[in-house]
């Protein structure tokens, strides 16, 4: 008798600390959220930004046997993890249906530029050369201990300062600068403003991906059936599939006012790109010692190092250390097992079907119906 009231005690104990913690958890989130929306976070100087994260890392040890438990019990679902939106799905939190319609009503203004990917495909990269290109290479998020959210926008995201309060940057061209994971069917669009579209190898995107839902979720990530199911279904991946993404926004390059431009570009030869896109937005050429500054300043190190100005999303409860970078290399497709990549290459060979215009910056490996591969275009 004295044994089964010790164990109905333990299981009480057990089941009490359970309920304790999982309340404790949801006060965690809630706080949590409310205080990264905006500016919450990213308009905090350095220092009240770390001391954010020590008190979200403080709770996460206090919650610790919750998290131990939920992460060898439940796994991340995408298809509850998502917003919907006119067809295009999104992950909830980051994202909302109203955030997305106040984007999709946003009227773009001549100073906009816009810088538009998939996700994990080089945004907050691409982000950086066109403010350093906008400060031609005296831009001071580093020394002043800004993050680059405090003054440029994601415009259907929730945590950002918002458009109607970003500052206009660099003398020359003043302009706004503006991040979209946005379809080309979904951005706000005017023939005044520009707009940097960055594409990047499908399965590097998809391994990208990867580390990045891993990062953030720890051991709640799924497992990779469930990682391949998301990438490839229009209905789950969160601003539409690779293919979709990168087809719209190839059809909207014809217009004088869209840079299309590559990931492996920008690896291979950052001091071209770094140009051209001086050149797209109509600033005078950079002298040789700008351009180093540029160049200098958008690199994988100087980036790394200085990671806290340039993070992705802020600090929760399940990471409090937001990575930039994971491996950030241009052949990331390679890392992925070898019959996982060649599913996702001939899913997006079936995608890219005859009749589809072709995308520039071609990846050889990508084999379309009847042998053809995409050919790369000049520049």
Same mark, same amino acid.
């Given at each position: 008798?004295?044994?089964?009231?010790?164990?109905?005690?333990?299981?009480?104990?057990?089941?009490?600390?359970?309920?304790?913690q999982?309340?404790?958890?949801?006060?965690?989130?809630?706080?949590?959220?409310?205080?990264?929306?905006?500016?919450?976070?990213?308009?905090?100087?350095?220092?009240?930004?770390?001391?954010?994260?020590?008190?979200?890392?403080?709770?996460?040890?206090?919650?610790?046997?919750?998290?131990?438990?939920?992460?060898?019990?439940?796994?991340?679902?995408?298809? %509850? *993890? !998502?917003?919907? /939106?006119?067809?295009?799905?999104?992950? $909830?939190?980051?994202? @909302?249906?109203?955030? &997305?319609? +106040?984007?999709?009503?946003?009227?773009?203004?001549?100073?906009?530029?816009?810088?538009?990917?998939?996700?994990k495909c080089?945004?907050?990269?691409?982000?950086?050369?066109?403010?350093?290109?906008?400060?031609?290479?005296?831009?001071d998020?580093?020394?002043?201990?800004?993050?680059?959210?405090?003054?440029?926008?994601?415009?259907?995201?929730?945590?950002?300062?918002?458009?109607?309060?970003?500052?206009?940057?660099?003398?020359?061209?003043?302009?706004?600068?503006?991040?979209?994971?946005?379809p080309?069917?979904?951005?706000?669009w005017?023939? %005044? *403003? !520009?707009?940097? /579209?960055?594409l990047r190898h499908?399965? $590097?995107c998809?391994? @990208?991906?990867?580390? &990045?839902? +891993?990062?953030?979720?720890?051991?709640?990530?799924?497992?990779?059936?469930?990682?391949?199911?998301?990438?490839?279904?229009?209905?789950?991946?969160?601003?539409?599939?690779?293919?979709e993404?990168?087809?719209?926004?190839w059809?909207?390059?014809?217009?004088?006012?869209?840079?299309?431009?590559?990931?492996?570009?920008?690896?291979?030869?950052?001091?071209?790109?770094?140009?051209?896109?001086a050149?797209?937005?109509?600033?005078?050429?950079?002298?040789?010692?700008?351009?180093?500054?540029?160049?200098?300043?958008?690199g994988?190190?100087?980036?790394?190092?200085?990671?806290?100005?340039?993070?992705?999303?802020?600090?929760?409860?399940?990471?409090?250390?937001?990575?930039?970078?994971?491996?950030?290399t241009?052949?990331?497709?390679?890392?992925?097992?070898?019959?996982?990549?060649?599913r996702?290459?001939?899913?997006?060979?079936?995608?890219?079907?005859?009749g589809?215009?072709?995308l520039?910056?071609?990846?050889?490996?990508?084999?379309?119906?009847?042998?053809?591969?995409?050919e790369?275009?000049?520049?």
């Amino acid at each position: 008798m004295h044994v089964l009231w010790w164990v109905l005690g333990a299981f009480g104990a057990v089941l009490g600390l359970y309920i304790l913690q999982t309340i404790h958890l949801a006060i965690v989130l809630r706080w949590e959220d409310e205080q990264t929306v905006g500016l919450g976070y990213y308009g905090l100087p350095p220092a009240e930004r770390e001391r954010f994260k020590k008190r979200l890392r403080f709770h996460a040890f206090l919650l610790s046997p919750l998290l131990w438990v939920n992460g060898h019990l439940a796994r991340l679902d995408f298809r %509850r *993890a !998502r917003i919907r /939106y006119k067809g295009v799905s999104a992950p $909830s939190g980051s994202c @909302s249906e109203e955030s &997305f319609a +106040r984007a999709e009503a946003y009227a773009p203004r001549p100073e906009d530029v816009f810088v538009v990917t998939q996700m994990k495909c080089g945004t907050t990269w691409m982000q950086h050369v066109v403010y350093q290109v906008l400060q031609r290479g005296r831009g001071d998020l580093v020394e002043t201990g800004t993050a680059l959210y405090a003054v440029a926008p994601w415009i259907e995201g929730r945590k950002s300062v918002p458009v109607e309060q970003a500052p206009l940057l660099g003398g020359e061209r003043p302009s706004r600068l503006i991040k979209t994971h946005l379809p080309a069917q979904l951005c706000p669009w005017d023939e %005044r *403003a !520009r707009y940097i /579209y960055v594409l990047r190898h499908p399965v $590097s995107c998809f391994a @990208s991906c990867i580390d &990045f839902v +891993r990062t953030n979720v720890g051991r709640m990530a799924p497992e990779m059936p469930a990682f391949e199911e998301w990438y490839c279904s229009p209905e789950l991946m969160w601003w539409g599939t690779w293919t979709e993404h990168a087809r719209g926004w190839w059809q909207r390059a014809r217009e004088p006012n869209v840079l299309f431009l590559t990931f492996e570009e920008m690896r291979k030869d950052l001091p071209a790109v770094v140009r051209r896109v001086a050149e797209f937005l109509g600033v005078a050429p950079l002298t040789d010692p700008e351009l180093a500054d540029v160049v200098l300043k958008c690199g994988f190190a100087y980036m790394q190092e200085h990671q806290g100005n340039f993070e992705m999303h802020p600090p929760h409860i399940l990471q409090t250390n937001a990575e930039l970078f994971v491996r950030g290399t241009a052949d990331r497709h390679k890392d992925v097992p070898d019959d996982v990549r060649q599913r996702i290459l001939a899913w997006a060979a079936r995608e890219l079907a005859p009749g589809d215009p072709a995308l520039p910056a071609a990846y050889p490996d990508l084999a379309l119906p009847g042998g053809g591969v995409l050919e790369p275009t000049a520049g």
